[in-house]
């Protein structure tokens, strides 16, 4: 995996600006904070971030894929207020689950998701190396 970071830009803090992998694809559908059974345990943003990273893992597991293999993430929030406020706890929670390493990001704040009580829908892909 090669990481594209221009020589002339400032390093971003949480992700990565770009990257260039050879390798099998795994595409996650956007995970939001419900459980396997479909429930919500928390209307807590910082919660439903950590849930929606737990279930993206556990799919990438079906791949025998590891998070460190995701090259992009798309966060789709309800409030970007919110994201930004629970910024300690996600970072938190990205790190326990996903770890240190800093995908390619893009984050908007939409109107709202398919399911009422989502704050926020996180898609990923994956590369496997060769």
Do not use: C
Not at 60 to 75: C, F, G, K, N
């Amino acid at each position: 995996m090669q990481v594209l970071q221009p020589p002339a830009w400032p390093r971003p803090k949480g992700y990565a600006n770009g990257f260039a992998v050879r390798g099998r694809l795994v595409f996650v559908a956007g995970m939001i904070g419900w459980d396997a059974e479909g429930r919500f345990p928390s209307d807590d943003f910082a919660d439903q971030v950590r849930q929606a990273l737990a279930n993206i893992v556990e799919v990438l597991r079906e791949a025998r894929a590891l998070p460190e293999h995701i090259v992009r993430m798309t966060w789709y929030v309800t409030d970007k207020r919110e994201y930004l406020a629970a910024g300690k706890a996600i970072g938190q929670a990205y790190r326990e689950l996903i770890g240190s390493y800093n995908a390619a990001m893009t984050a908007v704040q939409v109107t709202a998701l398919m399911e009422d009580r989502a704050k926020v829908e996180i898609e990923v892909t994956a590369v496997i190396p060769d």
